[in-house]
């Protein structure tokens, strides 16, 4: 498959900026369009930074003839200031930006979401989540990938305490003995965006028939990692 156009939102994010750098060195990959609030890290020819501190505007921005769309947008309740400002990032503009992806046909959507997400959960962060996966597999994508990692390993520019310590343990888990002190819990940013993109691929070439297709934790090892030098 070659000259596929994608869009990204969360390109400076953890997982998205793995998925910006997947993306801009994919041979099959000819145009790649990065929301974002400040330029995406990567320089690349073939990347086309939508970028605006008005997060309300990136709807309109949305290109025409772009195939997939990645969400790996998300904030924490600590840096939006309340759990009504983080709903306005992680459900409010994740639909929105997925409804002009539909809007402007794209074919295959892709979500980061979490491990775990619940639409009936008592707890609000779980919860949203939940209810996002809802309201973007009703919009009728012809494919709908959603991965729900567990503990996202990585080096984040905001500390998140405790998260940060609890990372460190899994990466030193990681490093002593990986299949089973860390992968069934914790997965690292790049396996995550390996499989997000494995995933996307597969469904643009034919070979996934599904119109959801929800990837657990070891769905993501296996295509970010195990079976990603196949793809």
Known sequence: ?????????????????????????????????????????????KVHPLVSSDSSTWASLYPNASSIFFSALGTTRGAAGSVENQR??????????????????????????????????????PKMKGELEEAVKALGFEHTVILRPGLIVGTREDSRPPEFAIRKIAAWAGKISEPWLKDFWAQDADIIAKAAVSAALQCVEGKVQRNVWLLSQGDIVRLGKTEWNRT
């Open 88 to 125: 306005k990032i992680d459900y409010d503009l994740n639909l929105e930006l997925a409804k002009a992806a539909k809007e402007k046909g794209a074919t295959t959507y892709v979500l980061i979401s979490s491990g775990g997400a619940n639409h009936t959960s008592f707890l609000a962060y």
């Open 1 to 45: 498959m070659a000259d596929l156009t994608c869009t990204l939102a969360g390109s400076t994010g953890l997982v998205g900026a793995n998925i910006l750098s997947v993306l801009s060195s994919h041979p099959g990959v000819s145009h790649l369009y990065a929301f974002a609030r400040k330029d995406p890290p990567i320089n690349a020819a």
